[in-house]
Every structure is written in structure tokens, then in C-alpha cells.
């Protein structure tokens, strides 16, 4: 069966030090790994799509990583407007849809 | 574009009350998805639709059903509300199924 477990589940850090969230995963084939931003009260707004082992994506403070058994998003200087929940999802070769860890909620202290 | 869009945005249910949600999306995408979303529970796949006309159970359908009749939108049912279906309702769509998805605002709904 696909798993995607994330780590921590919560993290608190001071506004510009930088750190990184995990997604580890156990499928059986990995089409492509996704990562999500979702803010309290709204939808998953897409970040990043990764589809091979060492592929690295970067985006303003946000850089995601892959490896063969999890993916990384380092986050580098944070700032407040950063804070949300960070859900990572995984498509296996062959299916359709998606399977979604259960997030990390990142708080950036001002 | 409105991208996607979601109907009602929040809904009170009693026990054994019927309801449908309505999802719509103007991208021209052919798959569409709801999810449920529960404290502790993750994104977890209700139903999906690969095109118009057609439909697919997910992760968790019991309880539910859904319909999409045109390309752009896709109706989630409950036909017997039960308070085990408290919680946000997301519908997503995407061009294909390996391209990333867009999530509509959510509908959360409470059952009495």
C-alpha cells in the first residue's frame, strides 16, 4: 500500500531561521511527488511537482528536493507570511490520483 | 478565470438529510476530484472523474455519489447525511492525472 508520512507535524521557528520539512515515502513505482501550501480556511495551492530522484525545484525561500525514498522542502529565511501548512502528496506509475501525507503546519515567529 | 469554484461554501446538515455539492471549473480540465479533509486525516479521495460522462470511487465513497454531465462540472451527493460526514469538502481539477491539481475554496459542512 502508498504511504507518505510527514515530518513534524508541527514546527515553530523565528522569523529568518531557515529549516526543512520531510516526506518520506513507500510506493511502489513514483510517477511524480507534489508539494501544496494551504492556509487556514482555504484550498491546497500548488507549489512544486518532482518526478526524479536528485531533481531540486526552487521558488522565492522555498527549494524542494527528491531522493528515492523522500523529498525535502528547505525553507531559507523565513519570514511570518510563510507560515501555513505544507502537504506533500505522491502519484505512483499507473494511478490516477493522488495520495496525501497529513501536512506540517509551519509557524514563522515575527 | 475563476479557476475552480465551490457551492455552498458552508452547509448545517440534520441526520438523514439529502444534499449535493457543486464544484465548477473553467480550465478545460477533463479530471476532476473531491476530497475530504479531517484533523489528523490528510487529503483523502472521495470519488474522481477522468472525463465527462464518467466517474471513479476513491480512498473513502461510502455514503457518497457524483455525477458529471458536462466537461466543467462534477456534483458530489450525499443522500443520507451522517455526522461521521462532518467535515471540508474539496473539489481539485487537472488537465490530466500527472499534472498538479487545482483546489477549488472548500465547503465545510457540519451533520447534526
Known amino acids: 500500500e502508498d504511504q507518505v508520512t510527514q515530518s513534524p507535524e508541527a514546527l515553530r521557528l523565528q522569523e529568518g531561521e531557515s529549516s526543512s520539512l520531510n516526506c518520506s515515502y513507500t510506493v511502489s513505482g513514483l510517477r511524480g511527488l507534489f508539494w501544496y501550501r494551504q492556509d487556514p480556511g482555504k484550498g491546497p495551492e500548488f507549489l512544486f511537482t518532482l518526478y526524479s530522484a536528485g531533481e531540486e525545484k526552487e521558488k522565492e525561500r522555498l527549494k524542494a528536493t527528491l531522493t528515492k525514498k523522500e523529498s525535502f522542502l528547505h525553507i531559507t529565511a523565513p519570514k511570518p507570511e510563510d507560515s501555513a501548512t505544507y502537504l506533500c502528496a505522491v502519484q505512483t506509475q499507473g494511478a490516477q490520483k493522488l495520495v496525501f501525507g497529513q501536512g506540517t503546519r509551519l509557524t514563522i515567529n515575527p | 478565470n475563476a479557476g475552480v469554484t465551490q457551492t455552498p461554501k458552508f452547509r448545517v446538515l440534520k441526520t438523514g438529510q439529502s444534499m449535493t455539492l457543486l464544484c465548477a471549473q473553467d480550465m478545460n480540465h477533463e479530471y476532476m476530484y473531491w476530497y475530504r479533509q479531517d484533523p489528523g486525516m490528510g487529503l483523502r479521495l472521495i470519488h474522481y472523474?477522468?472525463?465527462?460522462?464518467?466517474?471513479a470511487k476513491g480512498e473513502v465513497p461510502d455514503g457518497y455519489n457524483v455525477s458529471r454531465l458536462k466537461k466543467q462540472n462534477f456534483l458530489l451527493g450525499l443522500e443520507s447525511a451522517a455526522p461521521s460526514q462532518t467535515s471540508v469538502y474539496f473539489c481539485?481539477?487537472?488537465?490530466?492525472?500527472?499534472?498538479?491539481?487545482?483546489f477549488g475554496p472548500g465547503t465545510r459542512l457540519t451533520v447534526l
Open positions: 472523474s477522468v472525463g465527462e460522462g464518467t466517474t
Open positions: 481539485a481539477s487537472s488537465f490530466y492525472s500527472y499534472n498538479e491539481q487545482f
